[in-house]
């Protein structure tokens, strides 16, 4: 079993940067695939960023490149997604898990919030 718990989401403004990072419990964290996933008011879950487990493969949504990036630390157990020019339509709760997701490691989320 893994927990994942994602931190570092606040308001900022647009234009604004945030940076995101998803703790993992368990040292199995290094084999898998992992994503950032986020869901808007009253839209669903999109995934973001992937990154393999090595990190030489990330994948990003269209909305999203060239503004964010994904990286990760398997010595630190930990994943990261850093946001710049961030936009009103960022705004979502983001949460991590693997990919595909697995249903059992959704955490809490973090809240983003891009609003002047």
């Known amino acids: 079993q893994v927990h994942l718990v994602e931190s570092g989401g606040g308001l900022v403004q647009p234009g604004g940067s945030l940076r995101l990072s998803c703790a993992a419990s368990?040292?199995?964290?290094?084999?898998?695939?992992m994503a950032w996933y986020r869901q808007a008011p009253g839209k669903q879950r999109e995934m973001v960023a992937s990154?393999?487990?090595?990190?030489?493969?990330?994948t990003y949504a269209d909305s999203v490149k060239g503004r964010f990036t994904i990286s990760r630390d398997n010595a630190k157990k930990t994943m990261y997604l850093e946001m710049n020019n961030l936009k009103p339509e960022d705004t979502a709760l983001y949460y991590c898990?693997?990919?595909?997701?697995?249903?059992?490691?959704w955490g809490q989320g973090t809240q983003v919030t891009v609003s002047s």
């Open positions: 898990n693997t990919l595909p997701p697995r249903g059992e490691y």
């Open positions: 368990a040292n199995i964290f290094s084999l898998y695939l």
């Open positions: 990154i393999s487990s090595g990190s030489s493969i990330t």
